[in-house]
């Protein structure tokens, strides 16, 4: 019984992260405004229970920039070659506000 | 930041595992890639060091791989596994995707390298293919192209494993190419497929076949292993298309001379071809055709090319056959097929131990045929003795064949132009290490004799004449890795020079055409000698020579190819009218005299101009000496069809010569029949013929011969070749044409001037006389005036068409061991074969030798020997009984 349930509960959560991880990417960027690719990685991967490792995030944010929402830009750096930042676009911003929102919906409905 | 080569290798296999999902999951690979490697660089650049190794990769991305399994496409099982600390099955995954790519790897490497490479070795070193259904790698261009499949596989594999992040442009091309390659020659081994299959599941063996396809199936698995880190157009389908498509056409390109070839030679051999048509393709052939591949279906040894037109012509059951197809040879590209040497056996035939592919169905026949490349003349000497008093000389041609094959005996064949006038009165050949002489005997018997001993594989050596002044020589066998010695001896009247009797010019004989190869620089020693004082041709370095009894003589070496050209003069003295010989063996004296023939001058001549390629380089010439000409000419041109210009003037006709394409080879029969009709309606006027080789009959000469037969005193035929080699027409006509062959002729001005000029020229008779004429004038010479007469004689009784005059000819032949029309010479190994053959080898008294002993040398030997024994006698010191 306890199996059973155990199984389910492993299902939901790739289900359940497989629709959030993008939202958790956006809201990151979103509170962190502008941030350089390398440390926005290493914080999403250190999120407990995120499952994201280099390998997903970073098709993700190719996608996402693809779609529009982010937007990166190269600066110089003292330290080695240019750094790539992410940042949202104004699109972004819009629909993270709608994501948000429809979760917010969702988490509080009774 | 520095990655090490294995490092790369394992982030490319590592990110080449996701590619594709990472696209369809609309990310950017390439910003992917890069956004990776630019993290594993911060990451070990946190660590404070500056050189990515593999151990770093493998760290940092089995972990990542393992979560990212499916990640973008919805799928996180690696993620899952890992949350619930069950990563076993992800491990296998990731495992058996290893094992999968590194099959995949050694697939490509194995059918996309070093399986092209095998296949090209080998059929370059055995010719297997070629030799048993087609020629895979007909030309360099093919090799070339096989070649590039390997090479550029290899080349896009490297930069794939090393992980280049360049542009992967190059390598889409270069796999497009591989696989148009690939394509073409999958597409031709299509019907050895099944036999490779049956083989390699029967034998193990018969990979080969496959090679095509297979390397097929590697490019198109390189072509997804590219897809997978680029999303460059030249990647996509449509980009593999137009380089597959180049490579392809690419055959088409180099195939052209070989398509071209075989088409026209399809039209050339098609019953349903027009003569339009067989004119058009003949042209072709001469523009575009491939030299090799004719020579090659001279000697029947080409396969089948890799086009269409090939296969049409091969397996039509209408090729044509090798004697056709030595006549197209020769009207394509103008010289004999034989003038060059046989083409180079393919794969294992050309090595020693595979000479036996080379065979020669003419053993024993009557003409000289294919070249053999094994067959060579090793060693030549000329000796000759000139009595340029009496006009006499004779000249004993030493040759020495060596047959390089290890498997096969061969016959040495040639067809020699002798000097003017000029008889074979001797043939040795060595068995052995002993010189057995020849015997002389009609023509029909020697041949019977040679061919007999021929078939059971013994040494003979046969002479027979075969055209005026020519003789065919074959000698067989000559063994395998063995030597084969001869020697001919042949009696010649010297020439006159007209207008002066103080100058003998002596000519040697050369090859018209032979089955033998003779090295570019070889060289034949040449001895002359001579009571009177000699001198070589212009251009010719000899060194002179006297001798202690007073004799003068040239040595030196002569070219084979320039022995045509070579003439020696020999001073003589100009009160000599001639030779006088006793002939014992009728009880008569034969009187070679100097003959005073007046020429009628000849306000009319017929020129025919070969319009063979050979002969456009003597065009300036031929133009000049027309141009200085007077009186009226006809100029007939022997192209492809017969053009007349005629009673012009012949400095007006010169310009016509320009008519004429001058390429290839013509048949000149049909100019030379034109030519009789034109010269036959002015009253019998010269017909000078201006020509190349003429090394095969197209057209019949009969319809020739016969209107010289049947007008006798028809018109005088002179033959100017311009190019050395074989002529079958006058062959055919010499025998009973007014034909004059005006050999080693340079001077094209001087023959015209000569022909038409009238005046007197010097030439020489035969008489014999019943009792001595007394010496008068005439200088006592040797038994070779006596040849000389025999061979007049001979040359009467069949002019004279009298009953029983052919038998009488041969019967003379035979007495003085000389080889005519009617006769011939051949050595047979033993007595037994002789006694078998009813011939009988002559007798070493007989036999000519240099210098000839002249008879009142042996008179006065003889009469010094009784002398001696006389004294001896009457001093006691020899008994009465002696002499009886």
Same mark, same amino acid.
């Given at each position: 019984?306890?199996?059973?349930?155990?199984?389910?509960?492993?299902?939901?959560?790739?289900?359940? @992260?497989?629709?959030? *991880?993008?939202?958790?990417? /956006?809201?990151?960027?979103?509170?962190?405004?502008?941030?350089?690719? !390398?440390? $926005?990685?290493?914080?999403?991967?250190?999120?407990?229970?995120?499952?994201?490792?280099?390998?997903?995030?970073?098709?993700?944010?190719?996608?996402? @920039?693809?779609?529009? *929402?982010?937007?990166?830009? /190269?600066?110089?750096?003292?330290?080695?070659?240019?750094?790539?930042? !992410?940042? $949202?676009?104004?699109?972004?911003?819009?629909?993270?506000?709608?994501?948000?929102?429809?979760?917010?919906?969702?988490?509080?409905?009774? | 930041?520095?990655?090490?080569?294995?490092?790369?290798?394992?982030?490319?296999?590592?990110?080449?595992?996701?590619?594709?999902?990472?696209?369809?999951?609309?990310?950017?690979?390439?910003?992917?890639?890069?956004?990776?490697?630019?993290?594993?660089?911060?990451?070990?650049?946190?660590?404070?060091?500056?050189?990515?190794?593999?151990?770093?990769?493998?760290?940092?991305?089995?972990?990542?791989?393992?979560?990212?399994?499916?990640?973008?496409?919805?799928?996180?099982?690696?993620?899952?596994?890992?949350?619930?600390?069950?990563?076993?099955?992800?491990?296998?995954?990731?495992?058996?995707?290893?094992?999968?790519?590194?099959?995949?790897?050694?697939?490509?490497?194995?059918?996309?390298?070093?399986?092209?490479?095998?296949?090209?070795?080998?059929?370059?070193?055995?010719?297997?293919?070629?030799?048993?259904?087609?020629?895979?790698?007909?030309?360099?261009?093919?090799?070339?192209?096989?070649?590039?499949?390997?090479?550029?596989?290899?080349?896009?594999?490297?930069?794939?494993?090393?992980?280049?992040?360049?542009?992967?442009?190059?390598?889409?091309?270069?796999?497009?190419?591989?696989?148009?390659?690939?394509?073409?020659?999958?597409?031709?081994?299509?019907?050895?497929?099944?036999?490779?299959?049956?083989?390699?599941?029967?034998?193990?063996?018969?990979?080969?076949?496959?090679?095509?396809?297979?390397?097929?199936?590697?490019?198109?698995?390189?072509?997804?292993?590219?897809?997978?880190?680029?999303?460059?157009?030249?990647?996509?389908?449509?980009?593999?298309?137009?380089?597959?498509?180049?490579?392809?056409?690419?055959?088409?390109?180099?195939?052209?001379?070989?398509?071209?070839?075989?088409?026209?030679?399809?039209?050339?051999?098609?019953?349903?071809?027009?003569?339009?048509?067989?004119?058009?393709?003949?042209?072709?052939?001469?523009?575009?055709?491939?030299?090799?591949?004719?020579?090659?279906?001279?000697?029947?040894?080409?396969?089948?090319?890799?086009?269409?037109?090939?296969?049409?012509?091969?397996?039509?059951?209408?090729?044509?056959?090798?004697?056709?197809?030595?006549?197209?040879?020769?009207?394509?590209?103008?010289?004999?097929?034989?003038?060059?040497?046989?083409?180079?056996?393919?794969?294992?035939?050309?090595?020693?131990?595979?000479?036996?592919?080379?065979?020669?169905?003419?053993?024993?026949?009557?003409?000289?045929?294919?070249?053999?490349?094994?067959?060579?003349?090793?060693?030549?000497?000329?000796?000759?003795?000139?009595?340029?008093?009496?006009?006499?000389?004779?000249?004993?041609?030493?040759?020495?064949?060596?047959?390089?094959?290890?498997?096969?005996?061969?016959?040495?064949?040639?067809?020699?132009?002798?000097?003017?006038?000029?008889?074979?009165?001797?043939?040795?050949?060595?068995?052995?290490?002993?010189?057995?002489?020849?015997?002389?005997?009609?023509?029909?018997?020697?041949?019977?004799?040679?061919?007999?001993?021929?078939?059971?594989?013994?040494?003979?050596?046969?002479?027979?004449?075969?055209?005026?002044?020519?003789?065919?020589?074959?000698?067989?066998?000559?063994?395998?890795?063995?030597?084969?010695?001869?020697?001919?001896?042949?009696?010649?009247?010297?020439?006159?020079?007209?207008?002066?009797?103080?100058?003998?010019?002596?000519?040697?004989?050369?090859?018209?055409?032979?089955?033998?190869?003779?090295?570019?620089?070889?060289?034949?020693?040449?001895?002359?000698?001579?009571?009177?004082?000699?001198?070589?041709?212009?251009?010719?370095?000899?060194?002179?020579?006297?001798?202690?009894?007073?004799?003068?003589?040239?040595?030196?070496?002569?070219?084979?190819?320039?022995?045509?050209?070579?003439?020696?003069?020999?001073?003589?003295?100009?009160?000599?009218?001639?030779?006088?010989?006793?002939?014992?063996?009728?009880?008569?004296?034969?009187?070679?005299?100097?003959?005073?023939?007046?020429?009628?001058?000849?306000?009319?001549?017929?020129?025919?101009?070969?319009?063979?390629?050979?002969?456009?380089?003597?065009?300036?010439?031929?133009?000049?000496?027309?141009?200085?000409?007077?009186?009226?000419?006809?100029?007939?041109?022997?192209?492809?069809?017969?053009?007349?210009?005629?009673?012009?003037?012949?400095?007006?006709?010169?310009?016509?010569?320009?008519?004429?394409?001058?390429?290839?080879?013509?048949?000149?029969?049909?100019?030379?029949?034109?030519?009789?009709?034109?010269?036959?309606?002015?009253?019998?006027?010269?017909?000078?013929?201006?020509?190349?080789?003429?090394?095969?009959?197209?057209?019949?000469?009969?319809?020739?011969?016969?209107?010289?037969?049947?007008?006798?005193?028809?018109?005088?035929?002179?033959?100017?070749?311009?190019?050395?080699?074989?002529?079958?027409?006058?062959?055919?006509?010499?025998?009973?044409?007014?034909?004059?062959?005006?050999?080693?002729?340079?001077?094209?001005?001087?023959?015209?001037?000569?022909?038409?000029?009238?005046?007197?020229?010097?030439?020489?008779?035969?008489?014999?006389?019943?009792?001595?004429?007394?010496?008068?004038?005439?200088?006592?010479?040797?038994?070779?005036?006596?040849?000389?007469?025999?061979?007049?004689?001979?040359?009467?009784?069949?002019?004279?068409?009298?009953?029983?005059?052919?038998?009488?000819?041969?019967?003379?032949?035979?007495?003085?061991?000389?080889?005519?029309?009617?006769?011939?010479?051949?050595?047979?190994?033993?007595?037994?074969?002789?006694?078998?053959?009813?011939?009988?080898?002559?007798?070493?008294?007989?036999?000519?030798?240099?210098?000839?002993?002249?008879?009142?040398?042996?008179?006065?030997?003889?009469?010094?020997?009784?002398?001696?024994?006389?004294?001896?006698?009457?001093?006691?010191?020899?008994?009465?009984?002696?002499?009886?």
């Amino acid at each position: 019984m306890i199996k059973t349930n155990l199984s389910y509960y492993e299902n939901w959560i790739v289900q359940a @992260r497989k629709g959030l *991880l993008e939202l958790m990417i /956006l809201n990151r960027l979103n509170k962190k405004g502008e941030c350089y690719g !390398y440390e $926005l990685v290493k914080e999403l991967i250190a999120i407990p229970g995120s499952g994201l490792s280099e390998g997903t995030v970073y098709p993700l944010l190719s996608r996402l @920039r693809v779609q529009g *929402l982010v937007k990166t830009s /190269l600066k110089e750096s003292d330290e080695g070659p240019a750094r790539k930042y !992410y940042s $949202l676009t104004g699109s972004g911003e819009e629909t993270l506000n709608l994501m948000n929102e429809y979760w917010k919906t969702l988490i509080s409905a009774e | 930041m520095e990655w090490t080569p294995q490092a790369e290798e394992t982030f490319e296999i590592h990110l080449s595992a996701h590619l594709l999902e990472i696209k369809d999951a609309g990310a950017d690979p390439e910003e992917v890639r890069s956004d990776l490697r630019a993290h594993v660089e911060e990451t070990i650049a946190e660590c404070g060091r500056k050189v990515v190794t593999e151990d770093d990769v493998r760290r940092i991305f089995p972990a990542t791989g393992r979560k990212s399994e499916k990640a973008t496409s919805g799928s996180t099982d690696g993620c899952r596994n890992k949350e619930t600390g069950r990563s076993e099955p992800a491990e296998r995954k990731n495992s058996s995707g290893k094992i999968l790519s590194d099959i995949s790897n050694i697939f490509v490497v194995c059918c996309g390298i070093f399986l092209p490479v095998a296949a090209l070795l080998l059929e370059l070193s055995t010719g297997i293919c070629g030799e048993m259904f087609f020629n895979p790698i007909p030309t360099f261009w093919h090799v070339i192209m096989v070649a590039s499949v390997p090479i550029l596989n290899s080349c896009i594999l490297w930069r794939h494993f090393r992980g280049t992040t360049r542009s992967l442009l190059f390598d889409g091309i270069a796999n497009g190419a591989v696989i148009g390659v690939s394509f073409f020659y999958s597409l031709i081994f299509i019907p050895l497929i099944p036999l490779g299959l049956i083989g390699l599941l029967i034998f193990g063996i018969g990979i080969l076949p496959l090679c095509p396809l297979l390397s097929l199936l590697a490019a198109i698995k390189i072509r997804l292993m590219l897809r997978l880190k680029s999303v460059e157009k030249t990647l996509s389908l449509s980009g593999v298309l137009l380089p597959a498509v180049c490579a392809f056409l690419l055959f088409f390109i180099i195939d052209l001379p070989s398509s071209i070839t075989y088409y026209s030679l399809g039209k050339m051999s098609s019953d349903d071809a027009t003569a339009r048509e067989r004119e058009r393709a003949l042209r072709l052939l001469r523009n575009y055709g491939d030299d090799d591949i004719m020579l090659r279906l001279c000697y029947q040894r080409a396969s089948s090319n890799l086009n269409i037109y090939s296969a049409i012509y091969n397996y039509s059951g209408k090729n044509l056959s090798s004697d056709q197809m030595r006549k197209v040879y020769y009207l394509v590209t103008g010289i004999p097929f034989n003038a060059v040497n046989p083409p180079r056996l393919k794969g294992l035939a050309r090595r020693g131990d595979r000479d036996f592919d080379e065979w020669d169905p003419n053993v024993g026949g009557d003409s000289v045929e294919q070249r053999l490349s094994k067959l060579s003349l090793d060693s030549s000497r000329i000796d000759s003795s000139i009595d340029s008093d009496a006009g006499v000389s004779y000249t004993e041609w030493t040759m020495e064949f060596k047959n390089a094959s290890k498997w096969q005996q061969h016959e040495a064949r040639a067809q020699i132009v002798l000097p003017e006038g000029g008889i074979v009165s001797r043939l040795t050949l060595w068995i052995d290490g002993e010189e057995r002489e020849a015997a002389f005997a009609g023509r029909n018997d020697v041949k019977a004799a040679y061919k007999k001993v021929v078939s059971r594989k013994r040494d003979p050596a046969l002479i027979t004449t075969s055209g005026k002044d020519k003789i065919l020589f074959q000698c067989f066998p000559v063994p395998q890795n063995g030597m084969m010695k001869v020697r001919i001896g042949i009696t010649s009247p010297v020439r006159i020079s007209s207008g002066s009797r103080n100058k003998a010019i002596v000519q040697t004989p050369y090859f018209a055409e032979r089955n033998f190869v003779v090295s570019k620089d070889f060289s034949s020693s040449l001895w002359a000698e001579s009571k009177n004082p000699l001198e070589p041709p212009e251009g010719f370095e000899m060194k002179k020579e006297k001798m202690q009894d007073g004799t003068c003589a040239l040595r030196g070496n002569v070219k084979i190819d320039m022995m045509e050209n070579f003439t020696l003069a020999v001073s003589r003295n100009p009160e000599i009218a001639g030779g006088l010989v006793e002939n014992s063996k009728a009880g008569t004296f034969v009187i070679q005299g100097i003959k005073d023939v007046e020429k009628v001058r000849r306000d009319k001549f017929v020129v025919v101009v070969d319009c063979s390629g050979v002969v456009a380089g003597k065009l300036p010439e031929i133009k000049a000496a027309l141009e200085a000409c007077p009186g009226l000419c006809s100029l007939v041109l022997a192209g492809d069809n017969v053009s007349v210009a005629e009673n012009g003037k012949a400095v007006e006709l010169a310009n016509s010569l320009s008519k004429g394409d001058f390429n290839g080879g013509c048949d000149n029969v049909p100019a030379l029949e034109r030519a009789w009709e034109i010269a036959a309606e002015a009253g019998n006027c010269p017909i000078i013929w201006i020509h190349g080789p003429a090394p095969v009959e197209i057209s019949s000469t009969a319809p020739l011969l016969q209107r010289w037969e049947r007008r006798p005193n028809g018109p005088d035929l002179y033959d100017v070749q311009v190019q050395s080699g074989p002529n079958r027409i006058a062959n055919q006509l010499g025998e009973s044409v007014k034909y004059h062959h005006l050999r080693g002729q340079t001077d094209l001005k001087a023959v015209l001037e000569n022909i038409i000029d009238g005046g007197h020229v010097l030439d020489w008779s035969w008489n014999e006389e019943a009792s001595f004429p007394g010496s008068g004038k005439l200088k006592k010479s040797s038994d070779h005036i006596l040849r000389l007469w025999a061979a007049s004689r001979i040359d009467g009784l069949l002019k004279g068409n009298a009953a029983g005059a052919r038998e009488k000819a041969i019967k003379i032949a035979g007495d003085y061991h000389i080889v005519t029309p009617v006769s011939g010479a051949v050595v047979l190994e033993n007595a037994a074969q002789y006694r078998e053959s009813n011939l009988e080898p002559a007798s070493e008294d007989s036999i000519p030798t240099i210098p000839e002993p002249e008879t009142w040398m042996l008179l006065a030997a003889a009469a010094i020997f009784l002398f001696i024994i006389y004294r001896m006698r009457k001093c006691g010191l020899v008994k009465k009984n002696i002499f009886g």
